[in-house]
């Protein structure tokens, strides 16, 4: 009993070896119970007296094996499967990523990417490993992934220099107005005389 440890442990070794008929017919488990009593013990025979009150044993019926994750109650490779993500967090964008014509290893980095497991300075911080200051490219902030692929000075420009290049003026605009709108002219000025000088890179 897994779930009810310290009543387990007060049941004679002897005993622990009955059927569950065996167990339930006449409240034989309850005579298995043996030594003193403490608190956690009766709290967890209050706990299974509940679940068995409940209990009628047919023993003219042949035990059947019941899947609970099908309707049908009948096992099945794929609802195994399934089951291993129950209360997992859904990535509903996955397709996005898993199926387009990106070579498989950008595929992979996309999806460490989206959950963000990528070993980025924020990430090395969090688990007392030595990782830079600052963004390597720009000084300025600190390093996350989101900085790195979107928000840094350097990243806006290599996003409008290929999107110029392939003509995506629609996206184009978009990326200047983000760029204006988060002050990105002035951190990239910045940016831009550090690395003159040399202490960028």
Same mark, same amino acid.
């Not at 070794?13 to 017919?25: D, L, Q």
């Given at each position: 009993m897994p779930?009810?440890?310290?009543l387990y442990g007060a049941i004679a070794?002897?005993?622990?070896?009955?059927?569950?008929?065996?167990?339930?017919?006449g409240g034989q488990w309850i005579s298995d119970i043996k030594g003193a009593l403490s608190l956690h013990v009766l709290i967890e025979y209050l706990q299974l007296w509940e679940l068995l009150s409940n209990v009628e044993l047919q023993p003219e019926l042949e035990?059947?094996?019941v899947w609970k994750f099908t309707n049908s109650g009948v096992y099945s490779t794929k609802s195994a499967y399934e089951v291993l993500f129950i209360g997992a967090i859904q990535f509903d964008p996955w397709e996005r990523i898993w199926k387009s014509w990106a070579p498989g290893k950008c595929k992979f980095f996309l999806w460490l990417v989206a959950h963000n497991r990528c070993w980025t300075a924020d990430r090395l911080a969090k688990r007392g490993l030595n990782h830079p200051p600052k963004c390597p490219l720009c000084d300025e902030v600190d390093e996350t992934i989101d900085h790195l692929l979107v928000s840094c000075v350097f990243t806006? +420009? &290599?996003w409008f220099n290929m999107l110029? +290049? &392939?003509g995506c003026k629609p996206l184009l605009l978009s990326w200047r107005i983000i760029a204006l709108w988060t002050g990105g002219q002035e951190q990239a000025a910045g940016s831009l005389r550090k690395f003159k000088r040399g202490s960028i890179l």
């Open positions: 779930h009810l440890p310290h070794t002897r005993a622990r070896k009955r059927t569950v008929y065996a167990a339930i017919t035990d059947v094996h806006r +420009q &290599f110029q +290049q &392939f």
